[in-house]
């Protein structure tokens, strides 16, 4: 599993004579970056970059963030997805979310994983697999959140909350995981795109693989 | 079309008597905030807030940004995925996404994923469908990403980029994206989520509705 975002190029997309596979964006030319603010969970970096289109310099600023995971976590029982319910600061409301948190340094993501599902949830879980990785946001974050799946979990241990979290812990079908995202109630992006590798979320009529019922290829 | 993330109660999410349905997360009272540095792409801004768990006090960083639009705009004669590739300050290294960007300040999100595409691209489609949106990072960011289905996408004006950016445009069948999805190839967040709404996304193998081979409902 190799998730990191690809700062190679990219030979193998796209089909067709528009798809570009020859022709790769140019890097920005980097001529140094400054020290700026450090936030605890991300510190900022102010890079000083030239457009390669137009030889332009300009600063950019790049939150250096730790990796994150999260984690599909199925009760052994029902296979229910473990979910946990908190305040979001930045939302400034309730969220539904799956469990996981930041990759502590050094610290191997899948183990990372299996320590966020304890110390949120209390579950533990016999068979991990993975579901690959996502970049948060390539425009400004530098990291990449890693999703796993976790079947076989049992409430075993009590709850590990550090002093910035307040987390209830429930289940849900996956039939209802769906519901919710396609409903808009399950928003947070990155619990979609762990979902996504493991469930259709696809909104009723909409499939950009068909015309007028036909199926294309 | 209201994506915004929800701050009220969760009726109808869960099911069975583990699902939390009655339990939400309690409000963490603010007490102030005071105003931190301005990125341009967000402003910072630190809020005093009280764990309702513990009673601790505590700042905490939330980063004002504003909504952001992002659009599947399909060709009008292959029905191709119209892709943007650029190089990206945070990972600093190219990307495969689809177009979007920021929503000025009171445009309509159509409007903005609208303009979004024909700056970026230079197609133009006259078909729009509403995929919803998700909320980037509930975490730390206060904002919101609508996402929109444009079909009939021609090739119409020329590419209007601003001085940040340089961006090349081609084209993707579904099959072709839904690949570079589970290959990691495309690895964006925010155009994963956007393609899950009207993509198969799930990776082989995996699909959390099933045990051995047997469906669950």
Redesign the interface.
């Known amino acids: 599993m190799?998730?990191a975002?690809?700062?190679?190029?990219?030979p193998?997309?796209?089909?067709?004579p528009?798809?570009?596979?020859d022709?790769?964006?140019?890097?920005?030319p980097r001529h140094g970056a400054r020290e700026?603010?450090n936030?605890?969970?991300f510190r900022?970096r102010w890079?000083d970059?030239e457009?390669?289109?137009?030889g332009?310099r300009?600063e950019?600023?790049?939150?250096e963030t730790p990796d994150w995971v999260n984690v599909?976590a199925?009760t052994r029982d029902?296979?229910?997805?473990v979910?946990v319910?908190?305040?979001?600061?930045?939302?400034?409301?309730?969220?539904?979310e799956i469990p996981g948190g930041m990759i502590d340094a050094g610290e191997d993501p899948l183990l990372a994983a299996q320590r966020e599902l304890r110390e949120e949830t209390g579950y533990v879980a016999d068979t991990w697999?993975s579901?690959?990785?996502?970049?948060?946001?390539?425009?400004?974050?530098?990291n990449?959140?890693y999703h796993f799946?976790a079947e076989n979990a049992v409430l075993d241990e009590a709850q590990e909350?550090d002093?910035?979290?307040?987390?209830?812990?429930?289940?849900?079908?996956?039939?209802?995981a769906v519901a919710?995202i396609?409903?808009?109630?399950i928003?947070?992006?990155?619990v979609?795109?762990a979902?996504?590798?493991?469930?259709?979320?696809?909104?009723p009529n909409?499939?950009?693989?068909r015309?007028d019922g036909r199926e294309?290829?």
């Open positions: 190799s998730g975002p690809d700062t190679g190029p990219h193998e997309t796209g089909s067709g528009n798809s570009g596979q022709s790769l964006p140019k890097p920005w700026g603010a936030y605890r969970i900022s890079d970059l457009n390669p289109r137009t332009q300009m950019r600023v790049v939150l599909i199925l029902t296979r229910e997805i979910i319910r908190q305040h979001r600061f930045g939302s400034g409301g309730p969220t539904i697999t579901l690959g990785s996502v970049a948060p946001n390539p425009a400004f974050l530098d990449v959140c799946l909350l002093a910035g979290e307040d987390i209830l812990v429930a289940t849900l079908t996956a039939a209802d919710a396609q409903s808009g109630e928003s947070h992006a990155l979609i795109t979902m996504s590798r493991a469930l259709d979320l696809r909104l909409v499939d950009i693989r015309v294309r290829p």
